[in-house]
């Protein structure tokens, strides 16, 4: 984005060495002279209005006893009830502790494949080669979680195509589709398979922008590949690396829903309640709204919490962040 | 991103105070405000007999008489022959343009289909679009449509789907039109089919807009029909057992031991897909809502020992691999795999049975299907689930108009319109030459169009109950269904709270949905049996204990107490 000039434009003829005088603009004229740009945002912000603020707004039934049939106004506020409700459901702990366990995995294991997996593109010089793995690894982003799971249940269900193959070769069937002690590792190969690829492509951005003559001085000067890896192209996408970090650490308690709810027959509510499952069966199955929405705004305050506080470490790294430091 | 100027209210500091506004902001204001309890879902029981304003009823006179005559309700009458159809109803007049949400099962037929605008010509010229949602989705995303409204004109819904409804009588008398007015007293010359129905099922679709006060009881629902019998079982593959040379099971060792003696993993055959809702019949344990009175009080199923036998024979099944062992997973088709005869015994609705008959007969299956009958454990005497209600309802929107409510009760008696008339053929089997054939016996027979579009469960077969429900179709299916039935009718299990609709308060229901899932746990091996004493305490503590003070109020109401 182009920074926007805010100050004066310089005044014609104005003696040399005489110092520029900012003089600061009303809102009028800062008006006038934005207005295009104003304009152009008008439809960005006018979808947040609608489909952000104005829902967000609705966050205040946390805080009431609501209910869908009394007008709005009539029902009562009950303080924090909901969220005492909340902290003290047997099903929320473990739920926030599943969600935590898939986030820290899904940042340990997908995050770095995905730089892998972009380094290894960026090193590919066939065309050809480079669309062929760029489409196998990307194409699995577009499929929906059931889809997803489908494949799983077919490829590696105790039915499926590998246990199959495995009876035939005197074996045994795999049961990992329906064994809560391999969740994990599934839910990992999950993500691995679906999103890894749409990870790359953002990394495979950041790579195109490093300017090529860095790699070539760098060879000129006797570095080889690792060299020029570590020197060149890490720094290089170090910034988006931090700014991805971020939004992950902002997005720890939010790691998905269908995927838990599609599989929670399979392995049980205990291996994948996570909040988003949680919100869905105590909140919007039981239609208790308001417990739901509690259950939501604990999510988006800690999310808040923990992006703010990500930014400002990554300040003090001396990193950019989410947003310059001014 | 670009720097953001002096000015700007999104400046790093600026945004942890303005973060820190708005969240003290939002926790402020209910601080000041007055704080109370929280209500929930108390539950209710409401009574659905003794009322002065319910239809009228003037009996219809059948067309035909049936060939086996049963013991109705839990052994109807059915027919082995079929009559000519008569006229059943005179049709009504009718330019409005309504939408009725449905359940359905598989792919839904389009509503361009001749046998739509045959229906809507032969009722008198409204028109039905059907919103046709996911019958398996049906009952858990059917709170969200009522609540928000979003449901059309009308929603057709079956009685068990209520059970996801966190507080369904609030819901009814909130979001349906309040029909008494239009239907109490006389209604047989509009609506003669109506006003056949069983006073029974008018009953049953009553609830109380205030559940504390009787007197504010209405009318807020189309009763479906009310057959009683078995409305589920275990359904064998009888072809698949004679081939094996065993024979159908007549107590669950028997069970068990057919099951050893099939199932072979390596070979891809299973005896049992699921066995949740039908199985608990055979070790003695209440039905929907699972409570017993024994000695001197009422019991759930879960504190009893059965429970644990229960889900011991469930446990066994798994470990000894007689389950298909991606049943878990919840993402097979059961029908298929029954068809194919990778699953010996299917757990299903009683349709099935006439499903897969049908498509027996018309070359899409092979074999035939015969259910499980009354069967006990360890000598015990058998108890048999048969249906205790109407199936369901069909509500109209409160925002209606009169008139409009009377449009679509035209077509609701249309629908009502019973075996033999012409009115029952259409709605069974659609345009004859299109849909069915008539066989050399006489009976319709469905063509492939006919059995996509019309046997497809469900559209207006389903809208509206019929004056009296018989066994029809396949005349050898009737006749096996007739015998089934007589097999079975001594071993109904009984009603402790008929003359009620029961519905417990919202915390038991959340509990109980995390009883289901701990169960599953038991059942497919994610946990120990030594775990069952823990569940039920949680699942007694979490609102079990005050349910037992609920519906033992209900039982005493019930039992004239």
Same mark, same amino acid.
């Given at each position: 984005m182009?920074?926007i000039?805010t100050?004066?434009p310089?005044?014609?003829?104005?003696?040399?060495?005489?110092?520029?005088?900012r003089?600061?603009?009303?809102?009028?004229?800062?008006?006038?002279?934005?207005?295009?740009?104003?304009?152009?945002?008008a439809?960005?912000?006018?979808?947040?209005a609608v489909?952000?603020?104005?829902p967000?707004?609705?966050n205040?039934?946390a805080?009431?006893?609501?209910?869908?049939y009394r007008?709005?106004?009539?029902?009562?506020?009950?303080?924090?009830?909901?969220?005492?409700?909340?902290?003290?459901?047997?099903?929320?702990?473990?739920a926030?502790?599943?969600?935590?366990?898939?986030?820290a995995?899904?940042?340990m294991?997908?995050?770095?494949?995905?730089?892998?997996?972009?380094l290894?593109?960026h090193?590919?010089?066939?065309?050809k080669?480079?669309?062929?793995?760029?489409?196998i690894?990307?194409?699995p982003?577009f499929f929906?979680?059931v889809?997803?799971?489908?494949?799983?249940?077919?490829v590696?269900?105790?039915?499926?195509?590998?246990s199959?193959?495995?009876?035939g070769?005197?074996?045994?069937?795999?049961?990992?589709?329906?064994d809560?002690?391999?969740?994990t590792?599934?839910?990992w190969?999950?993500w691995?398979?679906k999103?890894?690829?749409?990870?790359?492509i953002?990394?495979?951005?950041?790579?195109?922008?490093?300017?090529p003559s860095l790699y070539?001085?760098?060879?000129?000067?006797?570095?080889?590949?690792?060299?020029?890896?570590?020197?060149?192209?890490?720094? *290089?996408?170090?910034p988006v690396?931090?700014?991805?970090?971020?939004?992950h650490?902002g997005?720890?308690?939010?790691?998905g829903?269908?995927?838990?709810q599609?599989?929670?027959?399979?392995? *049980?509510?205990?291996?994948?309640e996570v909040?988003?499952?949680f919100?869905?069966?105590?909140?919007?199955q039981?239609a208790?709204y308001?417990?739901?929405t509690?259950a939501?705004?604990?999510?988006?305050?800690?999310g808040?919490?923990l992006?703010?506080?990500?930014?400002?470490?990554?300040h003090?790294?001396?990193?950019?962040?989410i947003?310059?430091?001014? | 991103?670009?720097t953001p100027?002096?000015?700007s209210?999104?400046?790093?500091?600026?945004?942890f105070?303005?973060?820190?506004?708005g969240?003290?902001?939002?926790?402020?204001?209910p601080?000041?405000a007055?704080?109370s309890?929280?209500?929930?879902g108390?539950?209710?029981?409401?009574?659905?007999?003794?009322?002065?304003?319910?239809?009228e009823?003037?009996?219809?006179?059948l067309p035909?008489?049936?060939?086996?005559?049963?013991?109705?309700?839990?052994?109807?009458?059915?027919?082995?022959?079929?009559?000519?159809?008569v006229?059943?109803?005179?049709?009504?007049?009718?330019?409005?343009e309504?939408?009725?949400?449905?359940p359905?099962w598989?792919?839904?037929?389009s509503?361009?289909?001749?046998?739509f605008?045959?229906?809507?010509?032969?009722?008198?010229?409204?028109?039905?679009?059907l919103?046709?949602?996911?019958?398996?989705?049906f009952?858990?995303?059917?709170?969200?449509?009522l609540?928000?409204?979003?449901?059309g004109?009308a929603?057709?819904?079956f009685?068990?789907?209520?059970d996801?409804?966190p507080?369904?009588?609030?819901?009814v008398?909130n979001?349906?039109?309040d029909l008494t007015?239009?239907?109490?007293?006389?209604?047989?010359e509009r609506?003669p089919?109506?006003?056949?129905?069983?006073?029974a099922?008018?009953g049953?679709?009553?609830?109380?807009?205030?559940?504390?006060?009787?007197e504010?009881a209405?009318?807020?629902?189309?009763p479906?029909?009310y057959s009683?019998g078995?409305g589920n079982?275990i359904f064998?593959r009888?072809?698949?057992?004679?081939?094996?040379?065993?024979a159908?099971?007549?107590?669950v060792?028997e069970?068990?031991?057919?099951?050893?003696?099939?199932?072979?993993?390596?070979?891809?055959?299973?005896?049992?897909?699921?066995?949740?809702?039908?199985t608990?019949?055979?070790?003695?344990?209440?039905?929907?809502?699972?409570?017993?009175?024994?000695?001197?009080?009422?019991?759930h199923?879960?504190?009893?020992?059965e429970?644990?036998?229960?889900?011991?024979?469930?446990?066994?099944?798994?470990?000894?691999?007689?389950?298909?062992?991606?049943?878990?997973t919840?993402t097979l088709?059961?029908?298929?795999l029954?068809?194919?005869?990778?699953?010996?015994m299917s757990?299903d609705g009683?349709?099935?049975?006439?499903?897969?008959?049908?498509q027996?007969l018309?070359?899409t299956?092979?074999?035939?299907i015969?259910?499980?009958g009354?069967?006990?454990?360890?000598g015990?005497?058998?108890?048999?689930y048969?249906?205790?209600?109407?199936?369901g309802?069909?509500f109209f929107?409160?925002d209606?108009?009169k008139?409009?409510?009377?449009?679509l009760?035209?077509?609701?008696?249309?629908?009502?319109?019973?075996?033999?008339?012409?009115e029952?053929e259409?709605?069974?089997y659609?345009?004859?030459?299109?849909?069915?054939t008539?066989?050399?016996d006489g009976i319709?027979?469905?063509?492939?169009?006919?059995?996509?579009?019309?046997?497809?469960?469900?559209?207006f077969k389903?809208m509206?109950g019929?004056v009296?429900?018989f066994?029809t179709g396949?005349p050898?299916?009737?006749?096996?269904?007739?015998?089934?039935n007589?097999s079975?009718?001594?071993?109904?299990e009984?009603?402790?709270?008929?003359?009620?609709?029961?519905?417990?308060?919202a915390?038991?229901?959340t509990a109980?949905?995390?009883l289901?899932?701990?169960q599953?746990?038991?059942?497919?091996?994610?946990?120990e049996?030594s775990a069952?004493?823990?569940?039920?305490?949680?699942?007694?503590?979490?609102?079990g204990?005050?349910?037992?003070?609920h519906?033992t109020?209900?039982?005493?109401?019930?039992q004239?107490n």
């Amino acid at each position: 984005m182009a920074a926007i000039e805010t100050s004066a434009p310089p005044v014609k003829g104005r003696a040399a060495g005489r110092p520029t005088v900012r003089r600061k603009r009303t809102v009028g004229q800062r008006l006038r002279h934005d207005w295009p740009l104003l304009l152009m945002s008008a439809p960005a912000l006018a979808q947040l209005a609608v489909f952000f603020y104005w829902p967000s707004s609705w966050n205040i039934i946390a805080f009431m006893d609501y209910s869908a049939y009394r007008p709005f106004w009539d029902n009562p506020f009950v303080g924090f009830a909901w969220f005492e409700r909340l902290f003290s459901d047997p099903y929320f702990v473990p739920a926030l502790l599943n969600t935590l366990k898939f986030s820290a995995l899904n940042l340990m294991f997908l995050f770095p494949l995905s730089i892998a997996l972009a380094l290894i593109m960026h090193s590919v010089v066939s065309t050809k080669v480079r669309s062929v793995f760029q489409s196998i690894v990307y194409l699995p982003y577009f499929f929906s979680w059931v889809l997803v799971v489908t494949i799983f249940v077919q490829v590696l269900g105790a039915d499926g195509l590998v246990s199959n193959w495995l009876l035939g070769l005197g074996g045994d069937r795999l049961d990992i589709m329906s064994d809560p002690s391999t969740f994990t590792f599934l839910a990992w190969l999950q993500w691995a398979w679906k999103d890894a690829g749409w990870g790359m492509i953002i990394f495979l951005a950041a790579l195109a922008s490093i300017n090529p003559s860095l790699y070539e001085a760098a060879a000129v000067d006797g570095a080889g590949r690792w060299k020029r890896m570590w020197h060149i192209t890490i720094p *290089g996408i170090r910034p988006v690396i931090v700014l991805l970090l971020i939004l992950h650490i902002g997005n720890i308690l939010t790691v998905g829903f269908e995927q838990y709810q599609l599989q929670r027959a399979a392995v *049980g509510y205990q291996t994948t309640e996570v909040l988003d499952t949680f919100v869905y069966y105590r909140g919007i199955q039981d239609a208790a709204y308001s417990f739901g929405t509690a259950a939501g705004l604990f999510k988006g305050v800690i999310g808040l919490i923990l992006i703010l506080v990500a930014n400002n470490v990554a300040h003090r790294l001396g990193e950019q962040g989410i947003y310059q430091k001014s | 991103m670009a720097t953001p100027s002096d000015g700007s209210i999104f400046r790093r500091r600026s945004l942890f105070k303005a973060a820190g506004i708005g969240a003290a902001g939002i926790a402020g204001l209910p601080v000041m405000a007055a704080c109370s309890d929280i209500e929930s879902g108390s539950g209710t029981s409401q009574s659905t007999e003794g009322f002065d304003f319910l239809p009228e009823y003037k009996e219809y006179e059948l067309p035909v008489q049936p060939d086996l005559v049963g013991e109705p309700p839990n052994h109807p009458s059915g027919f082995t022959t079929y009559p000519e159809p008569v006229d059943g109803v005179e049709a009504a007049e009718g330019a409005g343009e309504y939408e009725i949400t449905v359940p359905m099962w598989g792919t839904p037929p389009s509503g361009d289909d001749p046998y739509f605008a045959a229906l809507q010509e032969a009722w008198g010229g409204t028109k039905i679009n059907l919103r046709q949602a996911d019958g398996n989705t049906f009952a858990d995303t059917s709170v969200q449509w009522l609540q928000a409204n979003e449901f059309g004109d009308a929603i057709n819904m079956f009685g068990w789907m209520t059970d996801a409804h966190p507080n369904f009588q609030e819901t009814v008398v909130n979001t349906f039109y309040d029909l008494t007015d239009i239907v109490k007293g006389d209604i047989s010359e509009r609506w003669p089919l109506l006003a056949g129905e069983p006073t029974a099922s008018w009953g049953q679709s009553v609830w109380s807009t205030d559940p504390t006060d009787p007197e504010t009881a209405r009318i807020f629902g189309v009763p479906q029909n009310y057959s009683s019998g078995p409305g589920n079982g275990i359904f064998v593959r009888t072809d698949l057992l004679e081939a094996a040379n065993l024979a159908m099971p007549t107590t669950v060792e028997e069970v068990l031991e057919v099951a050893r003696a099939w199932s072979d993993g390596d070979a891809g055959k299973w005896a049992f897909l699921g066995l949740d809702y039908v199985t608990p019949e055979w070790f003695g344990l209440a039905s929907s809502p699972g409570w017993s009175f024994i000695d001197g009080k009422l019991v759930h199923n879960c504190e009893r020992p059965e429970y644990t036998e229960w889900l011991e024979f469930r446990r066994t099944c798994w470990d000894e691999g007689l389950i298909h062992p991606d049943t878990p997973t919840g993402t097979l088709d059961g029908h298929a795999l029954h068809i194919a005869g990778t699953i010996l015994m299917s757990q299903d609705g009683i349709s099935w049975w006439a499903d897969y008959t049908n498509q027996a007969l018309t070359g899409t299956a092979t074999g035939s299907i015969d259910p499980i009958g009354a069967i006990g454990f360890n000598g015990r005497e058998p108890i048999r689930y048969v249906n205790k209600t109407v199936g369901g309802w069909t509500f109209f929107n409160k925002d209606l108009e009169k008139e409009q409510v009377e449009e679509l009760l035209d077509v609701m008696n249309f629908c009502s319109a019973p075996y033999g008339t012409k009115e029952y053929e259409l709605l069974q089997y659609g345009v004859e030459g299109t849909h069915f054939t008539y066989g050399d016996d006489g009976i319709p027979v469905r063509t492939e169009s006919g059995t996509t579009v019309v046997q497809a469960p469900v559209n207006f077969k389903e809208m509206s109950g019929q004056v009296q429900v018989f066994l029809t179709g396949d005349p050898d299916l009737v006749q096996r269904r007739f015998e089934y039935n007589a097999s079975v009718k001594d071993f109904a299990e009984t009603d402790i709270f008929a003359g009620l609709r029961v519905e417990g308060p919202a915390e038991y229901k959340t509990a109980a949905q995390t009883l289901l899932d701990q169960q599953d746990d038991v059942s497919y091996g994610r946990a120990e049996l030594s775990a069952i004493p823990d569940m039920v305490e949680t699942f007694m503590s979490a609102g079990g204990e005050a349910a037992r003070e609920h519906f033992t109020k209900a039982y005493e109401q019930a039992q004239g107490n």
